[in-house]
């Protein structure tokens, strides 16, 4: 049996990049992420009419408690005042959900459709996106020098050791936009396979006589479909989610190894806030 994971695609000129086109689009993964952006959007929206001042609804209960979730992990592995995680983290969240669960419904009878985070150039963007976020907080906390610093760690070697350490930690820091959406991609792409292999399959069970293998592929079809598109696409979502804060909590490595006068100086400006406010 041949399974065919090539997308269809639209070319829109030359660009090349080495052996890289970049105007060459997979067109049915951009119709697929379209889709799974515009019901993000609309869940996005009826979740938000949902909040109430008063009693809260159900659907507030469940977000309250997500929201609370999530801001707990930024706190404890991040920081009291890297709340603006939040947002991101839960769009990330909603919107991957959304896209697995979008594969619950029957996309094999529509030729452009598939499971958007089954296409790697989806999940790749998003695990760019993420990282290019990280490196600007690492920046922003620690300094172009803290920053850079952080590419010596272990911190507790002597300094010519750490020197050594260097372009492993290059590497790694340029690992983690492929390690993040390889593990996303590669289980929602795995769980795509299984579906069309179970939908594709005949079955003869001799102890029932023959069966038709349409009634149980749908049957198989079915019960894999409520075990990987709706526990393990949320699980996935969950962990790219969980991920992303851990990588901000990493940007923050060395600060506790930074000079003392940074400390002094951020509590001079936050003191001299303050005096400049009272005068007001």
Not at 178 to 191: H, M, Q, Y
């Amino acid at each position: 049996m041949n399974i065919n994971v090539n997308h269809p695609t639209a070319s829109l000129g030359s660009c090349p990049i080495g052996p890289i086109n970049l105007c060459v689009f997979n067109y049915d993964s951009l119709i697929s992420t379209a889709l799974a952006a515009i019901v993000t959007l609309a869940v996005a929206f009826w979740i938000r009419g949902q909040l109430e001042s008063g009693t809260p609804t159900k659907v507030q209960a469940i977000f309250e408690w997500g929201y609370d979730l999530l801001r707990g992990l930024i706190k404890q592995n991040v920081s009291d005042d890297a709340l603006f995680i939040i947002p991101l983290g839960l769009t990330l969240f909603l919107y991957i959900l959304v896209a697995n669960w979008l594969e619950i419904l029957p996309l094999g009878f529509f030729p452009v459709l598939h499971g958007a985070n089954a296409d790697w150039n989806a999940t790749l963007a998003m695990g760019l996106v993420v990282i290019a976020v990280v490196q600007w907080y690492s920046i922003r906390v620690l300094g172009m020098r803290g920053y850079l610093r952080r590419f010596t760690k272990p911190f507790e070697l002597p300094l010519i050791a750490r020197i050594l350490f260097i372009p492993l930690n290059i590497l790694e820091e340029l690992v983690k936009p492929v390690t993040l959406s390889l593990r996303l991609f590669g289980n929602i792409f795995a769980g795509g396979v299984m579906i069309f292999l179970i939908a594709s399959a005949g079955f003869h069970l001799e102890f029932l006589g023959p069966v038709p293998h349409s009634v149980i592929s749908t049957i198989l079809l079915a019960a894999w479909k409520a075990f990987d598109v709706i526990f393990i696409g949320f699980i996935q979502a969950f962990i790219f989610m969980l991920l992303t804060v851990i990588y901000f909590g990493m940007a923050r490595e060395g600060l506790e190894h930074e000079p003392h006068e940074t400390t002094q100086e951020t509590a001079g400006r936050m003191l001299t806030s303050i005096q400049e406010g009272s005068h007001d």
